[in-house]
């Protein structure tokens, strides 16, 4: 669906928290350090294979989650499901190549997520988190141009998370606990939300700022191994290893022409003739193609929805939407001009210039349709626009022929909140049935969707069935963190419940009082966590 706009300030406040949890954690929050080892066919040993007494994988887990409970409450956490569905779909061949090569092990296979997630903002930064944690900037996803420049990005950082940098980082720099960590990072968080500059800035020149300096100067040799582990996960899951010298020289080539303050990666590792050659004789070695393969139309028409959602004032807006006319220029190449149509399409839905969109759109099919263009992953990113492009304007009827018409189910999470948008819109008790149980499978499996939890509260009421709506707004309450509001909505259901009477359905609520005594534990553990991080 067509997402609201954010205020500009609220992407301030995530980098913070962001910024603030890299440093503390050690894991610098930009890519690749300053040299990359050579090349070599023997697996070198890891840095991160002897686990710390210090900061465990269970610490580990619980900073981790600590840190996500304050960022997924921000606004500049971005869960635009068309967008994260192509992420996640770079993301998982990494993960499931490190799974087969060893480097996660059962270990931290049953603790950690491995979870990618997106941030709205226009900077070209990504970063690892204890616990299996790693962010994307949209900014980051904007400037790339093939899908193996992207999963550079995706594998470095996650050869952060496998190699188990960040805590050898901590316990190499520093004897404090998780929590006092975490705590710092959340000092950090309310200055920036409080407005409060030289609140942050104390936060960061207290004594703990000597401390994260030695943790960013003792992940050199952590950089380099990130580098060289990471382009190897590249191979092993089917991407080009050329990405990421084509990564390095897009970056430095930018870091030459624009030095505003717009990449982090190089304000904190800038890049040197030798990582770039290093990276490219990795790929010789290897006998790998020297250059990347033309990225698919589906990488430029996400790229473009990145351009529009990672900056959402009208100005930014405004010159997106003059993308739909380079449609019309010949000169150009049926993929760009595609591309731009999609762009401008999306930045007027978002400005509710709806009769611009649909006219960019219907340029876009009239392109689709050539045999050289027929790509069936294109042509349903551009029927799930027209999809949204209805739902904005609430035109229920036209969303479901165009639903029929072309975005039909393909079982991704973007399909699914789909339909169900349109379920609401359409408001039959048919199609609201249908959107209800494939969401109770689907957060059966996904617990922590919270976006799903609160469409499946929304049917659930539509439907009347109140005690699954408030159950369901509960669960996505504890997805994002907020165990507090979780616990008060459970709370009213089992009010709710009572008042019912013989009426009640008694599974839901038997599940509401199950899950009730579950989070008020989490609660109290959390609570004990912190009593004994004060203490140390």
Request: proline share 5%.
């Amino acid at each position: 669906m067509i997402r609201p706009r954010l205020a500009p300030a609220a992407r301030q406040r995530l980098l913070c928290a962001a910024l603030a949890a890299s440093l503390a954690a050690g894991a610098a929050p930009p890519l690749w350090a300053q040299a990359a080892a050579p090349p070599s066919p023997v697996r070198l040993p890891s840095l991160g294979e002897s686990a710390s007494d210090e900061f465990n994988l269970s610490q580990e887990k619980r900073l981790g989650e600590q840190i996500m409970r304050e960022i997924r409450r921000d606004p500049a956490y971005l869960d635009d499901p068309e967008l994260l569905d192509y992420a996640q779909a770079l993301w998982q061949p990494l993960v499931q190549a490190a799974r087969r090569n060893g480097n996660i092990g059962a270990d931290t296979e049953r603790l950690f997520p491995y979870e990618l997630f997106l941030v709205r903002d226009r900077s070209v930064n990504a970063f690892a988190l204890p616990g299996g944690y790693v962010g994307l900037h949209l900014g980051l996803m904007a400037i790339t141009n093939t899908p193996d420049e992207l999963v550079s990005v995706l594998g470095h950082e996650l050869s952060h998370v496998t190699q188990r940098h960040i805590a050898r980082n901590i316990s190499a720099s520093s004897r404090s606990s998780s929590l006092g960590l975490a705590a710092m990072l959340l000092g950090l968080l309310v200055a920036s939300r409080a407005g409060s500059v030289d609140g942050a800035q104390a936060a960061v020149m207290s004594g703990q700022a000597a401390m994260m300096q030695a943790q960013l100067n003792f992940s050199r040799d952590m950089e380099r191994e990130a580098d060289r582990t990471g382009q190897a996960l590249m191979a092993d899951a089917g991407y080009a290893p050329a990405g990421m010298p084509a990564m390095f020289d897009k970056l430095d080539a930018s870091s030459r022409l624009n030095d505003s303050g717009n990449f982090p990666y190089l304000r904190s590792h800038p890049l040197t003739v030798d990582r770039i050659g290093e990276a490219r004789q990795r790929v010789e070695a290897s006998g790998a193609p020297a250059t990347v393969p033309p990225p698919p139309l589906l990488h430029s028409l996400m790229q473009g929805r990145a351009r529009v959602l990672m900056d959402p004032s009208v100005q930014s807006l405004r010159r997106l939407q003059e993308f739909d006319t380079r449609g019309s220029q010949a000169e150009l190449a049926a993929t760009d001009r595609l591309a731009a149509l999609y762009t401008g399409a999306l930045a007027s839905a978002q400005l509710r210039d709806f009769g611009r969109a649909e006219r960019a759109i219907e340029s876009a099919r009239s392109l689709l349709v050539q045999p050289a263009l027929q790509d069936a992953a294109a042509g349903r990113a551009f029927s799930r626009l027209t999809v949204q492009l209805a739902l904005a304007r609430g035109d229920a009827p036209r969303a479901v022929a165009a639903l029929q018409a072309g975005a039909a189910a393909d079982g991704s999470r973007s399909s699914l909140l789909l339909q169900a948008d349109v379920a609401l819109a359409e408001g039959s008790e048919a199609a609201l049935r249908r959107s209800a149980e494939s969401l109770l499978t689907w957060v059966a499996n996904h617990r922590d969707d919270a976006l799903a939890w609160q469409t499946l509260s929304q049917i659930a009421t539509r439907q009347g069935q109140q005690l699954r709506a408030v159950r369901a707004e509960a669960e996505a309450q504890a997805a994002l963190g907020n165990l507090g509001g979780a616990i008060d909505r459970l709370r009213a259901g089992q009010r709710l419940a009572r008042q019912g009477g013989a009426a009640t359905d008694f599974i839901d609520a038997s599940v509401i009082d199950a899950r009730l005594r579950d989070l008020l534990a989490q609660r109290q553990q959390l609570m004990a966590d912190e009593r004994r991080g004060g203490q140390r």
